[in-house]
């Protein structure tokens, strides 16, 4: 089970952190991804870093903005988020990849993050 928190209100220039506490079968995970869905467009991946040795990856329209970590002894991964601009508006939700099948198989309910100007 993965649970998403943080998610808000914030103005352009501000910051959030939201955070994703995993249950359960963690084991069977190994890369943590945050993705957000805006009303209208497609779910994408905006960070993700791996359980183990903590490698990440960003998208292009967060790099330098968006910083993801974890902490492997409460099985919780956070995405702290400066800068906020209006187009980060969106439903974010954190999802478990499995080495199993390489995809994402576990998701977390989502979390509002809303960006005024």
């Known amino acids: 089970q993965l649970q998403a928190f943080g998610g808000g209100l914030a103005q352009a220039g501000g910051s959030l952190r939201l955070s994703c506490a995993a249950s359960?079968?963690?084991?069977?995970?190994?890369?943590m991804g945050w993705f957000r869905q805006a009303p209208g467009k497609e779910r994408d991946l905006v960070a993700a870093?791996?359980?183990?040795?903590?490698?990440?990856y960003y998208a292009d329209s967060v790099k330098g903005r968006f910083t993801i970590s974890r902490d492997n002894a409460k099985n919780t991964v956070y995405l702290q988020m400066n800068s906020l601009k209006p187009e980060d508006t969106a439903v974010y939700y954190c999802?478990?990849?499995?080495?199993?099948?390489?995809?994402?198989?576990?998701w977390g309910q989502g979390t509002q993050v809303t960006v005024s100007s």
């Open positions: 999802a478990g990849r499995t080495p199993r099948t390489s995809m994402y198989e576990y």
């Open positions: 359960g079968r963690t084991f069977s995970v190994n890369t």
């Open positions: 870093i791996g359980w183990s040795l903590g490698g990440t």
